[in-house]
């Protein structure tokens, strides 16, 4: 049974958000990181806000 989104500690650099994304969806963290700063780069910032939204509220 899934269990949600979790943080990926043992595999993440900063939060582990990436690394849990990557666990959720089935890919290889590097993909979820490139996504991660070319969203950043695109969207003035926005994708950092949810970032460390996602990283304060998920367990």
Aim: proline share 3%; glycine share 14%; hydrophobic share 55%.
């Amino acid at each position: 049974m899934n269990q949600g989104f979790r943080k990926n500690r043992r595999n993440g650099m900063i939060f582990g958000v990436c690394a849990g994304m990557a666990d959720q969806f089935g890919i290889d963290v590097l993909w979820t990181r490139v996504g991660f700063v070319a969203l950043t780069l695109l969207g003035f910032g926005l994708p950092l806000l949810l970032y460390l939204a996602v990283a304060i509220l998920a367990p």
